[in-house]
């Protein structure tokens, strides 16, 4: 019987592998202009680390984590998202003395027992960015223009970005107890989740996608009109840098997140390209999670990007197709040979070269050179090695010349090192 892959992770493909290579490099590209650097962690992290930083009452951790004993009985779980991971090194490797301000950006794999669906897997990959260290709402409304800058830099323009303020300790207490008495008197109109969840996670309620839980909380007050004059400031200061950015949003007061430490500036970007409305990037301020964790009280803000919905979003189609430059077609063993030699001369300079390894007929492997879309063939069969020349196809005019073997290698570096320009597929 044959071992298959595990339900809800998936294989990426090299015919798929271009769409997520051209994200991965915009990001960083895009990030990098912005001050961030790249952090790496590891996949796996002490369980108590998500417990604590996401929250017992949520969904990740009450039923989605990946979480196993090790053989020395340590609880261990796969990282189910990458914020934690992140706050968890920056603690114990001090960083915040070497800079107050940290700005990292993180890519990889997530895990989370979900039921698969399309863009939705049990392994799944994220993008996302921390700046830690500033309070000032200047870095907030930066995150969002770098998140919109990205958007537009990989042509996924079909998105809007909405924002909303969860308050902050002190706000937010009042607005949980008028919400919590908001739902009581509809309590019957709300899903058996949301009945569930009202009095531990009652703000979830308001992004429950069940219609009656919808209908239900039309009139439900909202945490904008519960903030804090400190809370209420930062927000209208956000809002402000926004709109001198040129940044066009929507205030949306029914997002919250699915995450216990949010705090102040939360906000997703928005697609129905998708289906039903969908978030491809959600994230927010989390002033409280670094001392949550044991480290210094200083704040953060991020956000995270789902992959595989924006390469579900990325028309694969709109990126150029990478031509061969040359193929060698060579035939009999001698031939064969010294084509080899040619190869390998020209890898070595840079020049990406493909050949047939074994010899087939002139037909066979110009039709493989057709595959790969090679812009000349360079043929060698017995006849041209007894004379010592080569041919040389352009394989968009049809045209060809004979060469002399020797020196090839240089006139072929020559000819090939100004790149054609690459015709979209059609
Ligand atoms: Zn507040
Ligand atoms: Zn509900």
């Keep these: 019987m044959n071992i298959t892959g595990i339900k809800g992770m998936n294989d990426i493909l090299p015919g798929e592998i271009a769409t997520w290579q051209f994200l991965e490099q915009e990001a960083r590209r895009i990030f990098h202009s912005y001050g961030f650097s790249e952090i790496r962690v590891p996949v796996v992290e002490k369980t108590e680390l998500f417990c604590r930083s996401i929250g017992e009452t949520t969904d990740i951790v009450e039923k989605e984590m990946y979480t196993f004993t090790d053989k020395s009985g340590n609880s261990l779980t796969l ?21 107050p301000v940290a700005k990292l950006y993180y890519l990889g794999p997530m895990f989370r027992y979900e039921r698969p669906q399309k863009g939705r897997y049990r392994q799944f990959h994220q993008i996302g960015v921390e700046a830690i260290g500033v309070d000032d709402p200047k870095i907030d409304a930066q995150i969002l223009a770098m998140l919109c800058h990205y958007f537009d830099a990989v042509g996924i323009h079909d998105v809007e970005l909405h924002i909303n303020s969860l308050g902050c300790r002190d706000c937010r207490p009042a607005y949980r107890q008028a919400l919590i008495g908001y739902l009581e008197d509809r309590l019957a109109s709300l899903c058996s989740d949301c009945q569930r969840r009202y009095q531990t996670n009652p703000l979830r309620v308001l992004d429950c996608k069940v219609p009656t839980c919808q209908e239900a909380t039309a009139t439900a007050p909202s945490m904008i009109e519960h903030l804090c004059a400190g809370c209420d400031e930062h927000f209208s200061q956000v809002k402000g840098y926004l709109q001198n950015l040129a940044i066009r949003y929507t205030v949306n ?98 020049l990406c070269v493909e050949m047939d390894y074994t010899a087939k007929s002139l037909k066979a492997q110009m039709r493989r050179a057709g595959k790969f879309g090679a812009r000349y063939v360079l043929i060698l069969g017995e006849e041209e090695l007894a004379r010592q020349v080569v041919i040389l196809r352009n394989m968009d005019d049809g045209s060809q010349q004979e060469l002399p073997l020797g020196g090839v290698e240089k006139q072929l570096l020559t000819l090939l090192s100004n790149p054609a320009p690459t015709p979209a597929a059609g």
């Design 79 to 99: 990282r189910p998202e990458g914020t934690a991971p992140v706050m968890r090194s920056f603690i114990e490797q001090k960083l915040y003395t070497q800079d």
């Design 253 to 350: 007061t029914r997002m919250v997140r699915g995450l216990d430490y949010y705090s102040k500036t939360t906000f997703e970007m928005v697609t129905s390209s998708l289906g039903s409305q969908n978030a491809v990037a959600a994230g927010g301020r989390y002033d409280g999670l670094i001392s949550d964790l044991g480290g210094p009280a200083l704040p953060g803000i991020g956000f995270a990007m789902g992959v595989e919905r924006l390469v579900l979003m990325k028309n694969s189609k709109e990126l150029p197709v990478e031509r061969l430059p040359l193929f060698l077609a060579a035939m009999g063993q001698p031939a064969g040979d010294r084509a080899f030699l040619l190869m390998s001369a020209l890898q070595k300079q840079g």
